[in-house]
């Protein structure tokens, strides 16, 4: 009789442990990320790969993809906010928001022109002038505060007006008005003394003469007549 050999049928080990299931004849790979058979961070994507797997941390975490950390791209500087604008930092990400003053999504910010919006402060007699991301307030003339509360100046009690020394000066909202003394006439910031016994707007008698006098006019009788030169005199014995 030949010699029979025998065929060993446990040259086959077992697949190797936690990357592939089988007889040892056949192995197939384990997908750990699908089966949840991984050591990844909540915060990492799991990629299959023949035999293990691959741990990536997500965009916005750092480190190794079994432990991620949070970025602070605020902090880092590694964020699209606009120059005029806040950066907030949330867990994975960031948020833009741009600063008072200024409109837009966060990543481009305009500058808002209250003075046309009518989103300012400013008093109802005063000016508004806008600036980069905020606007000014300035009292119009005639009117004293910060531009936010303004109160009418009264030029007549501080001197501040520009009456003529022969008239009166009568305050009104934000400004002064001037009106000539009687016996003066002008516009009263000018006036002029009038000669009421040239124009005849005097007050003496047709028988007493008329003297011109700074804003005024004093009357005298006529030889032969007496009494105050206004009301009517009286005829002298002579």
């Not at 991984?38 to 691959?54: E, P, Q, R, V």
């Not at 997500?58 to 902090?75: A, H």
């Not at 007050?203 to 804003?215: P, Q, V």
Request: contains cysteine.
């Amino acid at each position: 009789l030949q010699n029979v050999k025998a065929i060993d049928t446990s040259a086959c080990t077992d697949c190797t442990w936690g990357h592939f299931s089988g007889d040892g004849r056949n192995c197939t790979d384990i997908d750990e990320c699908s089966a949840g058979n991984h050591t990844c961070d909540k915060n990492a994507k799991c990629n299959n790969i023949i035999g293990s797997y691959h741990c990536m941390c997500n965009p916005g975490f750092s480190k190794d993809g079994r432990e991620c950390t949070d970025i602070d791209e605020c902090v880092t500087g590694d964020h699209t906010c606009d120059k005029n604008a806040r950066c907030n930092n949330i867990i994975g990400s960031y948020h833009c928001m741009c600063n008072p003053g200024f409109s837009g999504d966060g990543r481009n910010c305009t500058d808002i022109d209250e003075c046309v919006t009518g989103d300012h402060t400013c008093d109802k007699n005063a000016r508004c002038g806008n600036i980069i991301g905020s606007h000014h307030c300035m009292c119009n003339p005639g009117f004293s505060g910060d531009g936010r509360n303004c109160t009418d100046i009264d030029e007549c009690v501080t001197g501040d007006h520009t009456c003529d020394k022969n008239a009166r000066c009568n305050n009104i909202i934000g400004s002064h008005h001037c009106m000539c003394n009687p016996g003066f006439s002008g516009d009263g910031r000018n006036c002029t003394d009038i000669d009421e016994c040239v124009t005849g707007d005097h007050t003496c008698d047709k028988n007493a003469r008329c003297g011109n006098t700074i804003g005024s006019h004093h009357c005298m009788c006529n030889p032969g007549f007496s009494g105050d030169g206004k009301n009517v005199p009286t005829l002298m014995n002579v």
